[in-house]
Nanobody
Framework: VQLQASGGGLVQAGGSLRLSCAASGSIFRINDMGWYRQAPGKQRELVAA???????NYADYSKGRFTISRDNAKNTVYLQMNSLKPEDTAVYYCNADLLRSRWEPPQGYWGQGTQVTVSS
């Protein structure tokens, strides 16, 4: 199983970026999918998460600016980020809690991370 993230880059404050993360490989079912971020010298933190049924949880700092969504048919999760601030600069990681088969317990998988840099 692989999670391939894309869409990061350099943007000015107030700009927007859209991150994508596609899961591939031997997948029976994906439960929760989410985005986390890690800034230099800081711990990795939740940005937003979405269940297979569409329930969403946002970190307080992302509410109103970021939107998470997923396409279950494509095993893909998205993060639309608007009104970006310099403090949003971090490596963004996608995460998926999934089952590789009906006989295995769910496991968490991480994407490789994509850099988001917001200039002031």
């Amino acid at each position: 199983v692989q999670l391939q993230a894309s869409g990061g880059g350099l943007v000015q404050a107030g700009g927007s970026l859209r991150l994508s993360c596609a899961a591939s490989g031997s997948i029976f079912r994906i439960n929760d999918m989410g985005w986390y971020r890690q800034a230099p010298g800081k711990q990795r933190e939740l940005v937003a998460a979405i269940t297979s049924g569409g329930s969403i949880n946002y970190a307080d700092y992302s509410k109103g600016r970021f939107t998470i969504s997923r396409d279950n048919a494509k095993n893909t999760v998205y993060l639309q980020m608007n009104s970006l601030k310099p403090e949003d600069t971090a490596v963004y990681y996608c995460n998926a809690d999934l089952l590789r088969s009906r006989w295995e317990p769910p496991q968490g998988y991480w994407g490789q991370g994509t850099q988001v840099t917001v200039s002031s």
